[in-house]
């Protein structure tokens, strides 16, 4: 099983539309992270979080809320979805200096 | 802002041939750097870290402080190595928060 899963692996949405992006982990981390992937960008952090008390914004995190609900839940929301929101959504967490990041498999999100 | 360059949007070579992916990256501090792999169809992976001084599936990442760069390097190229690399050095001294380059994708030709 994966340690890192999100929900969904794709969605399309309506201009406007509010949708939720679930990020869940099974390694005991306390830090999560989201991330967006664009084409010739990389990967861009939304918001991050270093315990369930603990939320900050990253780069780009206009549009964007997260809630965390527990250690293992982090979720990502977009209010009213627009679609230059149209991207790959990456969910992350750290433990140990010497694990790095452990990803999820991405969010493949599709604003029409 | 720190800052993460990686000037070539793609980079082909053929097997056996020498690879360099470079990377290049704006800090003030003593930085902490990775590079991470994505393989077609598969989530981003921890490839190597500059600090242990690894090598893993043959690839090495020299730190030089002098050019502020940390380049990726494969000696012979194995087409298994065609994938998406990133350098990420953090955003602000610390492990915490990395930020990521824009990516070069290594194609290995047979």
């Known amino acids: 099983d994966a340690d890192v899963t999100q929900t969904p692996r794709n969605r399309i949405t309506k201009t406007g539309k509010r949708i939720m992006l679930e990020c869940s982990q099974t390694?005991?981390?306390?830090?999560m992270y989201w991330y967006r992937q664009d084409p010739g960008l990389g990967l861009r952090l939304i918001y991050y979080?270093?315990?369930?008390?603990?939320?900050n914004k990253g780069e780009i995190s206009d549009g964007y809320s997260v809630s965390r609900q527990a250690q293992a839940k982090f979720s990502l929301s977009l209010e009213s979805a627009i679609p230059n929101q149209t991207a790959l959504y990456f969910c992350?967490?750290?433990?140990?200096?010497?694990?790095?990041?452990?990803f999820g498999s991405g969010t493949r999100l599709t604003v029409v | 802002a720190q800052r993460v360059t990686q000037p070539e949007k793609l980079l082909s070579v053929f097997k056996g041939a020498p690879v360099e992916l470079k990377c290049n990256y704006s800090?003030?501090?003593?930085?902490?750097l990775f590079w991470y792999v994505q393989y077609s169809r598969q989530r981003l992976q921890l490839l190597l870290r500059?600090?242990s001084r690894e090598s893993i599936k043959g690839f090495t990442a020299d730190l030089n402080k002098g050019e502020t760069s940390f380049h990726l390097k494969k000696p012979f190229a194995q087409e298994e190595d065609s994938a998406m690399y990133y350098c990420?050095?953090?955003?602000?001294?610390?492990?915490?928060?990395?930020?990521f380059g824009a990516g070069t994708r290594l194609a290995v030709h047979p």
């Open positions: 992350a967490t750290s433990g140990d200096r010497r694990d790095g990041y452990t």
């Open positions: 390694k005991g981390h306390d830090r």
């Open positions: 979080s270093f315990d369930v008390k603990d939320i």
């Open positions: 800090y003030s501090g003593s930085p902490e």
């Open positions: 500059h600090i």
């Open positions: 990420a050095p953090p955003f602000s001294g610390g492990y915490n928060k990395l930020i």
